[in-house]
């Protein structure tokens, strides 16, 4: 028998490579601008086009490389950051492993331009698939620009893959904020089809934050800065007033790289025990200095999970750390007041008893009596102390409730058709609960409105919204790749019952709401209408109405904890059980239960 196993070419072997390391543009963004900045840059741009497809450029003004480095750097495991396998535990670079740059230009058309600063000339490559197909030497700035063009060109399956722009581009944006957040000693410029969505000035980490997100963050985060001989805790946690119910907002950096711990992202949570509601998470901004040969980022190729030796000790000082910064901080602006000069705080004379206060009053006052409304309040009279504690008996009603009077006839769900009249009882400001013929109905108030909301805004042809003017219009502004995706989706939401115009790049003007929308709470609706709908395009076969329409039918809806009137309750029993499906929210949650009376005392 012949043999039968072969050694694969290099373009293969990258190709294969290049599943695991670019599975999208955002991935290449990430790996072009980590080489950037392990290259000592101080200014990088990234230019964008058709959100990664057409173009991804990264231009820096690193060192630069030689004309033989640069035809070797897009070998495999080709890697100026290591030299030995124990080089592998004392890593300060951001790659180490000499894959990205081989992958990428198999997979894509790529053009590097690169000239070291005490050289005259730099040096231009064209690389295709893997294959050299040019290098001269060229006149250009000292630094670095690599130009990736036609991603996935020669991989169509993985290209057609690809989310719409609008995605895509959020990923881009997502990869940029994971690396600008925590070095915010480089400027960073960003431009997306000509135009600049962020620039970027050198700074600190709460001005990173405030142009990222809005200038609004710098009231609504406490600063975290503690010092151990196991690691150093520095950075900003949000307020638990602040906290959303998506995640989004939670990063978190071990030695200048964005990671996903689990476990240390529940110590910070742990911290807000019992401040936040459920299902709530708070913002956090934290960066983690360790001992590199303490940890091992060498697991996954994105490098954004890691190992610690000391993982018992770090969750703890974390812990720790983000919890004083929640008591010292808030207990601080509770406590905070300007004293008035009125007021005399020097101490009591020696012996000073304090008098005992007294107030005056009218004895005789009788607030169901017209004759005393215009009597002298200083007049003691007790002549109708009598009258007004009147303990005869009072006549019986001619209508005494009963049981039977007071027990709702909610009818059975066969109907589908509840009664107005029907009595309901709110229990933990999150149930609605009734009588029906069957037994006794349970209804979570917020799921069961996620439900009418969403049938009435996915039926938006039946002429079920009816917009109402606001008094005073309302500006919303969104980050620059939010801003896209919001007026993307501005036709849809204007046929929800919303009138809204874009008001410059990144700010748009409401004027109308549907009638279940509050204006004071437009900007944190459509802010998490965004986030939810993003994570839900993100699954697959998602259909974009469908995921609009219960991302805002989520913010829309009653909240758990609001009390509810008689009225609103039974509108809301009335509204669910004519929807040709009451018994399931929209992402799929039940939305009542019904307990037969024979289980309520056994």
């Given at each position: 028998?012949?043999?039968?196993?072969?050694?694969?070419?290099?373009?293969?072997?990258?190709?294969?490579?290049?599943?695991?390391?670019?599975?999208?543009?955002?991935?290449?963004?990430?790996?072009?601008?980590?080489?950037?900045?392990?290259?000592?840059?101080?200014?990088?741009?990234?230019?964008?086009?058709?959100?990664?497809?057409?173009?991804?450029?990264?231009?820096?003004?690193?060192?630069?490389?030689?004309?033989?480095?640069?035809?070797?750097?897009?070998?495999?495991?080709?890697?100026?950051?290591?030299?030995?396998?124990?080089?592998?535990?004392?890593?300060?670079?951001?790659?180490?492993?000499?894959?990205?740059?081989?992958?990428?230009?198999?997979?894509?058309?790529?053009?590097?331009?690169?000239?070291?600063?005490?050289?005259?000339?730099?040096?231009?490559?064209?690389?295709?698939?893997?294959?050299?197909?040019?290098?001269?030497?060229?006149?250009?700035?000292?630094?670095?620009?690599?130009?990736?063009?036609?991603?996935?060109?020669?991989?169509?399956?993985r290209?057609?893959?690809?989310?719409?722009?609008?995605?895509?581009?959020?990923?881009?944006?997502?990869?940029?904020?994971?690396?600008?957040?925590?070095?915010?000693?480089?400027?960073?410029?960003?431009y997306?089809?000509?135009?600049?969505?962020?620039d970027?000035?050198?700074g600190?980490?709460?001005?990173r934050?405030?142009?990222f997100?809005?200038?609004?963050y710098?009231?609504?985060?406490y600063a975290?800065?503690?010092?151990?001989?196991?690691?150093?805790?520095?950075?900003?946690?949000?307020?638990?007033?602040f906290?959303?119910k998506?995640?989004?907002?939670?990063?978190?950096?071990?030695?200048?790289?964005?990671?996903?711990?689990?476990?240390?992202?529940?110590?910070?949570?742990?911290?807000?025990?019992?401040?936040?509601?459920?299902?709530?998470?708070?913002?956090?901004?934290?960066?983690?200095?360790?001992?590199?040969?303490?940890?091992?980022?060498?697991?996954?190729?994105?490098?954004?999970?890691?190992?610690?030796?000391?993982?018992?000790?770090?969750?703890?000082?974390?812990?720790?750390?983000?919890?004083?910064?929640?008591?010292?901080?808030?207990?601080a602006?509770?406590?905070?007041?300007?004293?008035?000069?009125?007021?005399?705080?020097?101490?009591?004379?020696?012996?000073?008893?304090?008098?005992?206060?007294?107030?005056?009053?009218?004895?005789?006052?009788?607030?169901?009596?017209?004759?005393?409304?215009?009597?002298?309040?200083?007049?003691?009279?007790?002549?109708?102390?009598?009258?007004?504690?009147?303990?005869?008996?009072?006549?019986?009603?001619?209508?005494?409730?009963?049981?039977e009077?007071?027990?709702?006839?909610?009818?059975?769900?066969?109907?589908?058709?509840?009664?107005?009249?029907?009595?309901?009882?709110?229990?933990?400001?999150?149930?609605?609960?009734?009588?029906?013929?069957?037994?006794?109905?349970?209804?979570?108030?917020?799921?069961?409105?996620?439900?009418?909301?969403?049938?009435?805004?996915?039926?938006?042809n039946?002429?079920?919204?009816?917009?109402?003017?606001?008094?005073?219009?309302?500006?919303?502004?969104?980050?620059?790749?939010?801003?896209?995706?919001?007026?993307?989706?501005?036709?849809d939401?204007?046929?929800?019952?919303?009138?809204?115009?874009?008001?410059?790049?990144?700010?748009?003007?409401?004027?109308?709401?549907?009638?279940?929308?509050?204006?004071?709470?437009?900007?944190?609706?459509?802010?998490?209408?965004?986030?939810?709908?993003?994570?839900?395009?993100?699954?697959?076969?998602?259909?974009?109405?469908?995921?609009?329409?219960?991302?805002?039918?989520?913010?829309?809806?009653?909240?758990?904890?609001?009390?509810?009137?008689?009225?609103?309750?039974?509108?809301?029993?009335?509204?669910?059980?004519?929807?040709?499906?009451?018994?399931?929210?929209?992402?799929?949650?039940?939305?009542?239960?019904?307990?037969?009376?024979?289980?309520?005392l056994?």
């Amino acid at each position: 028998m012949s043999d039968i196993i072969n050694i694969l070419p290099d373009s293969v072997a990258n190709q294969i490579a290049a599943g695991e390391v670019v599975d999208r543009p955002a991935s290449a963004v990430k790996e072009l601008l980590e080489n950037a900045m392990d290259a000592g840059a101080t200014d990088i741009q990234l230019i964008v086009k058709d959100a990664g497809r057409t173009l991804i450029q990264v231009i820096d003004n690193g060192s630069g490389m030689s004309d033989t480095d640069a035809r070797l750097c897009f070998e495999r495991h080709a890697t100026s950051k290591i030299k030995q396998a124990g080089d592998l535990f004392d890593i300060h670079t951001m790659g180490f492993r000499g894959e990205a740059l081989a992958s990428i230009a198999a997979i894509a058309q790529v053009e590097l331009r690169t000239r070291l600063h005490d050289a005259e000339l730099g040096t231009e490559v064209v690389i295709e698939g893997s294959t050299v197909k040019s290098q001269n030497p060229v006149q250009c700035p000292a630094g670095t620009s690599i130009a990736v063009k036609n991603l996935f060109y020669n991989v169509p399956a993985r290209r057609n893959f690809l989310k719409k722009d609008s995605v895509e581009l959020s990923h881009i944006e997502e990869v940029l904020r994971r690396i600008a957040l925590i070095h915010c000693e480089i400027s960073f410029s960003f431009y997306h089809n000509g135009r600049l969505l962020y620039d970027l000035k050198a700074g600190n980490m709460a001005q990173r934050i405030s142009q990222f997100f809005s200038p609004a963050y710098k009231e609504r985060l406490y600063a975290v800065d503690e010092t151990s001989d196991v690691v150093r805790v520095k950075g900003y946690i949000g307020k638990a007033e602040f906290a959303r119910k998506t995640r989004g907002e939670q990063y978190l950096f071990v030695n200048g790289r964005f990671i996903k711990h689990p476990a240390l992202s529940a110590a910070v949570e742990k911290a807000y025990a019992d401040m936040l509601p459920d299902r709530s998470y708070p913002s956090y901004f934290i960066g983690l200095t360790v001992d590199p040969s303490r940890i091992d980022v060498n697991i996954h190729p994105t490098k954004t999970e890691v190992k610690f030796i000391d993982e018992h000790a770090i969750f703890a000082i974390l812990r720790a750390a983000a919890k004083k910064a929640l008591g010292q901080f808030s207990l601080a602006s509770e406590f905070e007041f300007n004293p008035s000069d009125e007021i005399d705080f020097s101490p009591a004379p020696k012996g000073y008893i304090p008098p005992e206060p007294k107030i005056s009053y009218n004895h005789s006052y009788n607030p169901f009596s017209s004759s005393q409304h215009h009597e002298n309040v200083s007049h003691k009279d007790t002549r109708e102390w009598d009258n007004f504690f009147d303990t005869k008996p009072v006549d019986k009603p001619a209508f005494e409730p009963t049981i039977e009077a007071c027990t709702p006839t909610l009818p059975s769900l066969e109907t589908q058709q509840p009664s107005m009249t029907s009595a309901c009882m709110q229990v933990q400001g999150r149930y609605i609960v009734s009588a029906m013929a069957s037994g006794v109905i349970v209804v979570d108030q917020q799921r069961a409105h996620e439900r009418i909301i969403y049938d009435r805004l996915m039926n938006r042809n039946a002429g079920t919204t009816h917009p109402q003017q606001l008094l005073f219009p309302v500006n919303c502004s969104f980050t620059p790749a939010d801003a896209d995706i919001f007026n993307e989706l501005l036709p849809d939401i204007k046929a929800r019952g919303f009138e809204i115009e874009p008001l410059g790049q990144c700010t748009f003007v409401v004027t109308a709401t549907p009638t279940d929308v509050a204006d004071t709470e437009l900007q944190q609706l459509f802010d998490q209408t965004l986030a939810e709908y993003k994570s839900s395009m993100l699954q697959k076969f998602s259909n974009r109405d469908q995921c609009l329409c219960r991302s805002l039918a989520r913010q829309m809806a009653v909240k758990a904890g609001r009390q509810l009137e008689q009225e609103e309750m039974q509108q809301i029993m009335v509204d669910l059980f004519s929807s040709p499906m009451p018994d399931r929210s929209p992402d799929g949650r039940k939305t009542f239960v019904v307990i037969d009376p024979k289980d309520l005392l056994n």
